[in-house]
């Protein structure tokens, strides 16, 4: 007799229970919301703490007790986050990875909401996924082939193709983790196998993916390794039709769960599968007695940790078997509890929106702050990078600007002392033809050229703004071309030019002489040396000079003795 052929006892007494078991689980949610103010403040304490950290204190507080769930979500939270911050780290990833599958099992195995768990393990899969993180995405599928599995069980039989899919996710789990070197996700794979075939009695369509079990190499005194050891030796048996060495394996496999882990929502789960297991043998051979008797010890374990979804299956269970017996009170009772069951897990959803509006409220907030203290974090590196990139790029150019100064500061040093030199210099008398029919002799024009230097020394008549060689030749007394000739056979150049060096030469003294002139700009002295403008000075005195007048004129006040001309 199979689970299909028992018809369902009446359900109308459900809906007189729905009341009352809305209001004490509306309840039992409101004695719980003072925690919600300690778990956001958790939030902000723990915002700081290392990832590998806050993934073994959720990992605590999952196990530890249910009124830890929310500071275990609240640790995946935080780390979760990271990744969507921008953290592209390996660790940092695979970190992120784990706790969104954590969030995901928490939503699964104690909030009962499969809608979550579902959206935050495909959000986990896309990541391990995107990162190749192939064992990871094995442990993925796993998780998804339970979550499917358990809503098979819940609704059956109204989904029959919840238990296609969990198959499906089951094999891409070993596909994946074939070449991993995880040895937990492909124990728990065989295990999810060997419950898949006993539960449903498809003992040929998993032959060939148990398989894979018999070639595993690992160390075999491990306790998981012995517990999927004994499951897939009753896999054997009954594949054999040994239903009674079926059982013995199925027992043997007890002593292993219990060192597997000593946290009791797990031990429960695999307790309950074990129960389970032996309840579908056992009825298949007609034994219903005995298959209820280790439903009901099953039952009171998923009561003591309040396992919802394994006592909706067991009650189901219970309802389907004691119908079997005829047990008419008993089925109605179960078939009773299993509907309080499913309705509680409804109901726990509904209220756990309820109770978690203000929670994730205050739980985005928070992770708001955090994804923005790490967007300011991120921001402020690349301005500290691009700050450091142009300090090196002006101080480079400070370098280069230091050395040109360098450069033009020492040319202008040599300019300069020529430029003295040039001052002391007496003047030189040079051959010229251009006058050799000139009536002067060598003694007139020596004494005219002395005349001449005489009247060119005197600053007051060379800086006077009309000063022409007509002036220059009354000056001394003789004829403008007679001066004429002597400036150019003794200068080798015209009265302007010889003009604008004798002026250049004063503008040097002056400029040199910072006592005196040090009070005048370089448009006050170009006006006392009777230049008609400042650019006609400065672009005559670069020519003479080599520099400007006021590179000159820092010269002239950083030379140790600067040459004061007379």
């Not at 896309?126 to 094995?138: G, R, S, Y």
């Not at 991993?180 to 295990?191: E, F, Q, S």
Request: proline share 3%; hydrophobic share 40%; glycine share 4%.
């Amino acid at each position: 007799m199979t689970d299909c052929h028992i018809r369902h006892a009446n359900s109308a007494p459900i809906k007189r229970l729905r009341m009352p078991l809305l209001v004490m689980l509306l309840l039992l949610q409101l004695t719980s919301l003072p925690l919600l103010a300690k778990t956001t403040g958790n939030l902000q304490k723990w915002s700081h703490l290392p990832s590998a950290q806050l993934l073994q204190m959720g990992q605590q507080y999952k196990d530890t007790t249910l009124w830890m769930t929310d500071s275990a979500l609240v640790c995946y939270t935080i780390v979760a986050n990271r990744y969507f911050a921008g953290s592209q780290d390996t660790e940092e990833v695979r970190n992120s990875i784990k706790a969104m599958i954590g969030i995901g099992c928490i939503y699964y195995y104690l909030y009962f909401d499969y809608e979550k768990a579902l959206y935050h393990l495909n959000e986990a899969l896309q990541v391990a996924t995107k990162h190749h993180q192939d064992d990871m995405v094995a442990s993925i599928h796993f998780d998804l082939s339970n979550l499917y599995t358990v809503f098979a069980q819940i609704n059956h039989p109204n989904t029959p193709k919840a238990y296609e899919e969990a198959l499906r996710y089951l094999r891409l789990a070993q596909q994946e983790a074939q070449g991993t070197a995880n040895l937990t996700v492909k124990l728990n794979i065989t295990a999810a196998f060997c419950d898949y075939a006993i539960t449903t009695g498809h003992l040929e369509e998993v032959k060939a993916d148990l398989a894979a079990f018999d070639t595993l190499t690992c160390d075999t005194s491990l306790a998981k390794y012995q517990y999927t050891r004994c499951m897939r030796r009753a896999v054997g048996q009954l594949h054999e039709g040994n239903e009674e060495q079926a059982l013995y394996w199925l027992d043997q496999s007890l002593p292993h769960a219990r060192l597997v882990s000593t946290s009791g929502p797990l031990y429960t789960r695999m307790y309950a599968t074990v129960c389970a297991s032996k309840a579908h043998i056992l009825s298949r051979k007609g034994r219903f007695r005995e298959a209820i008797t280790h439903l009901e010890n099953a039952l009171q374990m998923a009561r003591r940790y309040d396992a919802k979804d394994i006592k909706a299956d067991l009650c189901r269970l219970l309802y389907l078997y004691h119908e079997a017996l005829g047990n008419r009170e008993a089925s109605t009772h179960y078939h009773l509890a299993y509907y309080q069951q499913k309705d509680s897990l409804l109901l726990n959803n509904k209220l756990g929106d309820i109770q978690e509006l203000k929670f994730r409220y205050e739980l985005e907030q928070a992770n708001s702050e955090i994804r923005q203290m790490a967007r300011q974090a991120r921001i402020q590196r690349i301005a500290t990078t691009i700050a450091l990139l142009v300090a090196a790029v002006i101080l480079t150019m400070l370098i280069l600007l230091w050395r040109n100064y360098r450069l033009i500061h020492a040319k202008n040093a040599v300019l300069y002392q020529k430029s003295q030199e040039s001052l002391k210099a007496p003047a030189t008398s040079l051959p010229a033809s251009k006058y050799e029919k000139s009536p002067l002799d060598l003694s007139v024009k020596q004494e005219l050229m002395e005349r001449i230097q005489k009247a060119m020394a005197d600053p007051a008549t060379i800086c006077m703004p009309d000063f022409t060689i007509a002036l220059l030749a009354q000056k001394v007394n003789a004829k403008p071309r007679h001066v004429s000739q002597v400036i150019n056979e003794k200068y080798e150049r015209g009265f302007t030019q010889m003009l604008c060096e004798y002026r250049i030469k004063e503008a040097c003294r002056r400029m040199s002489d910072p006592q005196h002139y040090g009070h005048l700009s370089i448009e006050g002295l170009s006006t006392g040396l009777g230049f008609k403008s400042r650019s006609n000075f400065v672009s005559n005195f670069k020519r003479i000079v080599g520099m400007s007048p006021s590179e000159y004129k820092n010269h002239s006040k950083n030379a140790e003795t600067p040459h004061q001309p007379t």
